[in-house]
């Protein structure tokens, strides 16, 4: 720490919430509990004071907030040791509880909290906790875990992750235990790899997500700097037992992935990409616009040329570099804004942006890669989601990735029940009408308005479109749309019957020619609920839910209909019983990751996407620019495993320096790695075999190095070179190779 000028906050080794009665008068052991905490936390400060490092004494971890301790009365043993550290280190500083002074922990998306993205509304003074777990390295792992329930646990296959694991055994060494263990997971199938094939993949997809949160959110917290934010603390440095935890170092001190993360993150002179959603796919073709932030937290000033370049796999532009002269105060920052046209082939792309220095420093560089998909039309299809809020937002969010198609929302809060304007241009403005649904559409529509959708489609050729749920159909619960009794009726390619909402038989789903078409199992359909109807003579089913009509298509004049029976969200209750009040908001407390299937945890199901797509593809007339089903897949691909598909690539290794430190006493070296080969070698990575001592480790890796890059990666053992078995190095996509010993 005193090397990399890092500062410490040193907690004493107590409870996180403070020894609770153990120092209470009335507790016969508190004269003696206290004398020995005293002793041993000035053995602890003697021993650490003379480190530079050393910055912030601390006792409490959680144990007070706004002047109030929470777990008892610790105001007398906190002056004890207040004046004890004050007396034997005068120049750090002491600090009763980490919660004291306005300062907030996010663990968004990481463990039992929402998603990382939530923190794009953090403000706060202090960040005093962020991280993510993840498991150590191979080789630590198979030191205290049974090989047997490591992998190849086959049992494990059918339970609710889906995975060749010994869940018990997992949640045992996993921080929080069984929540922690599915939350983390659920979030590394959902946003790294739905399906790792290996122990080796499952490692790599965990510790990628700790190398991600680690960046994205210092990142994204340095971006906010004395707005409102003044300073980070990432928790923990160091694994304190073996097991799956937050610290980017195992307990034997391996780095694991999310060490270079943090890394990248905390360089004191920093360039950061402001993609608020980095790993959604981006579509290709569309003009990519991002600021750029040059984040200087040294004491120099710094000037240069910032350049910005796309990059494909093997490493070529594929536009033309952007290049800005930049100018940074010593602690301070600029942002550039970078623009580009992204290529219509679709693929991952490297965004590389650097910043070199007029003042002879060191070159600092930045990569990102995202990942683009196609538009799903060639021209872009024109919607008009027409529906209450809740009805529309499952809409909108299965098309939340989706290019080529250009939606307008009139939901309550933008329609004016005065003003029927909106119904007089469909035909002009919109391709596609979908009616997501209203409740009492009946009453909350004029006559005029409804006969003005009716004849977009039946005359003026406009694409129509219905979904389910309580606002929609005829349905009941004193809520539903009546749409037999309106002129939509006609259009829509099913017959309505009165009270036809089923909400709580579990249905029989067919999904007939449903699942050629979209590339979905309807079967995997969450529960909320259909519309009995019966199809009209001239349309056409492609699925069916206990018999009657799911999925129609069908035509009407001019225009082409359609229309999905089922609910698309749980329908409301006047009794909540999976819901709290809050104030002036109702909040759901089950956690999405409790749900049967883990891998479905998004809070609306991941099928919708291709059913939206099939549903304004036949309204619309126009075919997808690929089919529908590798359309929905390529939506649903992850950048990391965008990336990983790329080809395979060959490494060469030189050891170009080992050597005995006699202040470490150990054998230190490094190993210059080069990419020989055509495409990026991905997470380059690097390992010593040692049979005389488990104490080595190798201090860098887990880069990415485009054709004919090389980097360097220490290594160190606590023995001699003798001790050494083999240095190797490996790739995602590139074989292992052994370096030999002896010095190039």
């Excluded at 107590?14 to 041993?40: C, K, M, W, Y």
């Excluded at 646990?153 to 996993?174: F, S, V």
């Excluded at 909402?501 to 259909?530: E, F, M, Q, T």
């Amino acid at each position: 720490a005193d090397r990399l000028g890092v500062l410490v906050f040193q907690q004493f080794p107590i409870h996180q919430f403070g020894p609770g009665d153990l120092v209470s008068p009335t507790n016969p052991r508190s004269t003696e509990f206290v004398a020995h905490i005293l002793e041993e936390f000035e053995s602890i400060v003697r021993r650490l004071r003379g480190f530079a490092s050393m910055t912030i004494w601390g006792t409490f971890a959680e144990a007070r907030q706004d002047g109030k301790w929470w777990w008892g009365d610790y105001d007398e043993l906190d002056a004890r040791i207040s004046a004890m550290v004050t007396s034997l280190d005068g120049d750090a500083d002491y600090h009763s509880s980490y919660c004291d002074f306005g300062e907030q922990h996010y663990w968004e998306g990481v463990i039992g909290f929402g998603e990382f993205t939530d923190n794009l509304e953090a403000d706060t003074f202090f960040v005093s906790e962020f991280g993510c777990p993840a498991p150590p390295v191979l080789e630590s792992l198979e030191t205290f875990m049974p090989a047997e329930s490591l992998w190849n646990y086959e049992a494990g296959r059918e339970g609710r992750l889906g995975l060749p694991i010994d869940p018990t055994e997992w949640a045992y060494i996993w921080g929080h235990d069984y929540e922690g263990m599915t939350a983390s997971i659920a979030r590394v199938l959902h946003h790294v790899s739905p399906w790792p094939s290996t122990i080796d993949e499952f490692i790599d997809a965990c510790g990628w997500y700790q190398w991600f949160a680690h960046r994205y959110n210092a990142e994204l917290f340095r971006r906010k700097r004395y707005n409102n934010i003044t300073g980070i603390r990432m928790w923990s440095l160091r694994d304190s037992s073996p097991g799956v935890k937050c610290a980017p170092l195992d307990y034997w001190q391996r780095p694991k992935m999310g060490l270079e993360g943090l890394r990248l993150a905390y360089a004191p002179f920093l360039i950061s990409l402001d993609e608020p959603y980095p790993l959604e796919p981006i579509v290709a073709g569309s003009r990519y616009v991002r600021d750029v932030h040059l984040i200087n937290d040294t004491a120099m000033p710094r000037t240069g040329v910032f350049t910005a370049v796309l990059l494909d796999p093997s490493g070529h532009p594929v536009v033309e570099p952007l290049t800005r002269p930049y100018s940074v105060e010593a602690d301070g920052s600029v942002h550039i804004e970078m623009s580009f046209e992204l290529p219509l082939e679709a693929g991952p792309l490297m965004v590389r942006l650097e910043a070199d220095s007029t003042s002879g420093d060191a070159l600092v560089r930045s990569d990102n890669w995202i990942s683009t998909v196609p538009a799903a039309f060639a021209d872009p299809v024109r919607v008009l989601l027409l529906g209450q809020a809740r009805y529309t937002e499952p809409v909108m969010h299965a098309l939340r990735r989706v290019g080529g198609i250009e939606t307008t929302v009139l939901d309550e809060n933008a329609r004016d029940p005065r003003d029927d304007s909106w119904s007089t241009t469909l035909v002009n403005d919109f391709d596609v009408i979908w009616f997501t649904g209203w409740e009492q559409a009946v009453h909350r529509f004029t006559e005029a308005e409804l006969r003005a959708v009716a004849a977009a489609v039946i005359d003026g050729g406009v694409g129509f479109v219905h979904s389910g749920g309580q606002g929609s159909f005829h349905a009941g619960d004193s809520l539903g749309a009546q749409l037999d009794a309106t002129p939509l009726g006609d259009v829509l390619p099913v017959e309505l019957r009165r009270n036809d909402i089923v909400w709580d038989l579990p249905p029989a789903i067919d999904d007939g020619g449903a699942h050629d078409a979209l590339g979905v199992d309807l079967r995997r359909l969450p529960s909320h609920g259909y519309a009995r109807t019966t199809l009209k003579p001239d349309a056409r089913q492609l699925a069916t839910v206990d018999g009657f009509p799911l999925l129609a298509f069908g035509e009407c004049g001019h225009g082409r209909t359609a229309a999905f029976t089922a609910a698309l969200l749980p329908p409301r209750r006047f009794l909540k019983t999976v819901a709290v009040e809050t104030g002036e908001e109702t909040v759901t407390t089950g956690a999405p990751w409790d749900r049967d299937d883990i891998r479905d945890y998004d809070f609306n199901w991941p099928g919708y996407t291709a059913i939206a797509l099939g549903l304004i593809a036949h309204a619309s007339g126009q075919a997808t620019a690929v089919a529908v089903p590798e359309l929905a897949a390529r939506l649903s691909s992850t950048v990391y495993d965008a990336v990983a598909a790329v080809a395979t690539t060959q490494l060469l290794a030189v050891v170009t320096g080992v050597g005995w430190s006699s202040e470490a006493h150990e054998t230190r070296g490094t190993l210059s790695v080069t990419n020989t080969g055509d495409t990026v070698a991905r997470l380059v990575r690097a390992g010593i075999a040692s049979r005389a001592t488990m104490d080595c480790r190798v201090r860098d890796g887990f880069i990415d190095l485009m054709p004919g890059e090389s980097a360097d990666l220490r290594f160190e053992i606590a023995g001699t070179l003798d001790d050494i078995d083999s240095v190797f190095v490996r790739a995602v996509n590139a074989e292992q190779v052994e370096a030999a010993l002896t010095p190039a």
